[in-house]
């Protein structure tokens, strides 16, 4: 992730919703049961190969503060946090597997975890393969060094030969490919899109000034 002592800017772009991931069951949760353990109500609704195994598997990508992964190869984050209670209140033991953002929707599909977390956005075509629970609502803003010259942009090609980066397969990409397709039907060329597999290399080549601007969501940038 960027130092505290990196220079940079935020400009909001767009309104978005982070959703967590889950299929085949809903579960809901009370301000009653957070924190008290098993929830009966609740965990007899957990499907029973689920119950069964006595563990809810998940998985997520790097995205601080949302998902953490510590240097120590610990994983922390509200995300994270926030399934582990989830587990406790459905009594089973929780694991939760760090992976690259692109194979998150994959895995749930191929059945090789229950569940997902993270700063997801809802999308037309992955609501044909997942259901999702929301968690926290946030926004995208373009972040970019304080000495940068894009300056509020109001229209997409205003960022027309720059250097654009975001995590592969995010929502974020989609409006850098977007912004990419506005400069070209402008006739305005030099635009450049870089996808990265995890967010933090995504903030290290900013920070090493290896693009010029990144699409990321408001939460992190705060962060």
Not at 55 to 62: C, D, F, I, R, Y
Not at 208 to 213: D, I, K, T, W
Request: aromatic letters at 6%; charged letters at 15%; hydrophobic letters at 45%.
């Amino acid at each position: 992730m960027l130092k505290k002592s990196t220079l940079t800017r935020v400009i909001a772009i767009t309104s978005a919703v982070a959703l967590t991931v889950g299929l085949s069951a809903t579960f809901s949760t009370s301000s009653q049961a957070a924190g008290t353990g098993e929830v009966k109500s609740i965990s007899a609704l957990v499907p029973a190969s689920v119950k069964s195994a006595g563990v809810l598997t998940s998985v997520g990508a790097a995205y601080p503060p949302a998902f953490i992964h510590n240097a120590d190869n610990t994983l922390t984050g509200w995300d994270v946090e926030t399934i582990r209670e989830v587990g406790k209140i459905l009594g089973l033991k929780v694991t939760v597997q760090d992976i690259a953002f692109a194979n998150v929707i994959p895995s749930l599909q191929a059945g090789k975890y229950a569940t997902a977390m993270g700063e997801i956005y809802i999308t037309a075509e992955r609501l044909k393969y997942v259901d999702f629970v929301t968690t926290h609502k946030s926004g995208d803003v373009i972040m970019m060094p304080v000495a940068s010259p894009i300056v509020a942009p109001k229209v997409a090609t205003e960022l027309c030969g720059y250097s654009l980066a975001a995590t592969t397969g995010s929502a974020e990409e989609k409006s850098i490919l977007d912004i990419v397709a506005a400069c070209k039907a402008a006739d305005e060329e030099g635009t450049q899109i870089r996808s990265f597999a995890t967010a933090p290399q995504m903030l290290l080549a900013l920070n090493q000034g290896r693009v010029q601007a990144i699409v990321n969501s408001a939460s992190q940038a705060a962060y």
